[in-house]
């Protein structure tokens, strides 16, 4: 069993919905991206997502670009990242997903890639722009590894689509809530109750919901319409990108508190929400 197997089902066990935070690694730097990673462990966080920077982030909204951009113009590498989670995911009980888009696997090789990333500690592996047409190479190799590679389904998504989907996906099933790129929204689209009852129709492997949820009381909704996890990433990029990096470690602390005790009690009572649209 993978490390993010064995935290679905612990938390299945409990009836409980994971929380997986995003941020950009190398943003402000990679000192503080080690830090956050253990703010976000100790915090409430059931498994942590990280965005490798990419010049040309196709699925990310602007604040997630941004940080990206500002990453990579720091210098931040690929290499530099691993080496800063290798040294990192010893300390921490939350698995990691790497979110990264599919030329610098290719670029580098898709062998040589998972064995780096295995070595790094890493867990997951989400890429946005690898189709499930040509996933079979990299299913491959990360199953081999012990690396879950998950794959998106869109609410474009046919049934057939969602059904070959739900099959090959590892780890969990990530359910994308909008067409269109990353954000902080106002508002959660209401058929996300009906793709994840489709979904559920077809497999019995976690569903994670994530792209524009930045509220307490979203995070909960979702986890009311049967969501295993709940993936929430600008609201806590652009919380962590503001003031000294003390400030911003401060900031994802406790709106990682606040999402994890709504989605694990259903107490709303805190809305966190950032009032920025896109």
């Known amino acids: 069993m993978t490390a993010i197997s064995d935290r679905f089902e612990t938390l299945g066990r409990n009836h409980e919905c994971a929380l997986i935070p995003f941020i950009t690694a190398g943003d402000p730097d990679l000192a503080t991206t080690a830090a956050a990673l253990r703010t976000l462990d100790r915090s409430g966080a059931d498994i942590i997502e990280l965005g490798v920077p990419y010049s040309d982030p196709l699925a990310d909204g602007p604040v997630i670009q941004a940080a990206a951009t500002r990453a990579l113009q720091r210098g931040t590498t690929l290499d530099q990242v691993l080496e800063m989670l290798q040294a990192t995911t010893p300390s921490l009980r939350s698995p990691i997903v790497l979110f990264t888009y599919y030329n610098p696997i290719l670029h580098l090789g898709i062998e040589k890639f998972i064995q780096k990333i295995a070595t790094s500690g890493a867990a ?137 005790a709504a989605i694990k009690t259903g107490d709303t009572s805190t809305n966190t929400y950032l009032d920025e649209t896109k």
Not at 137 to 143: C, P
């Open 124 to 260: 997951g592996l989400v890429v946005p722009d690898l189709p499930l047409e040509e996933a079979e190479g990299l299913l491959q190799a990360s199953s081999e590894a012990g690396i879950d590679l998950t794959l998106f389904v869109a609410p474009t998504s046919s049934s057939e689509r969602i059904e070959a989907i739900a099959r090959s996906s590892q780890g969990f099933i990530y359910l994308i809530t909008v067409t269109g790129v990353t954000g902080i929204r106002s508002q959660t689209e209401t058929r996300v109750s009906d793709l994840l009852k489709q979904i559920r129709d077809v497999t019995d492997k976690p569903i994670g919901v994530g792209f524009g949820i930045s509220q307490v009381s979203q995070a909960r909704q979702v986890r009311d319409w049967g969501a295993d996890a709940v993936i929430v990433g600008s609201a806590f990029v652009k919380r962590l990108a503001e003031g000294t990096p003390e400030q911003g470690l401060k900031a994802i602390a406790e709106f990682c508190q606040s999402l994890k």
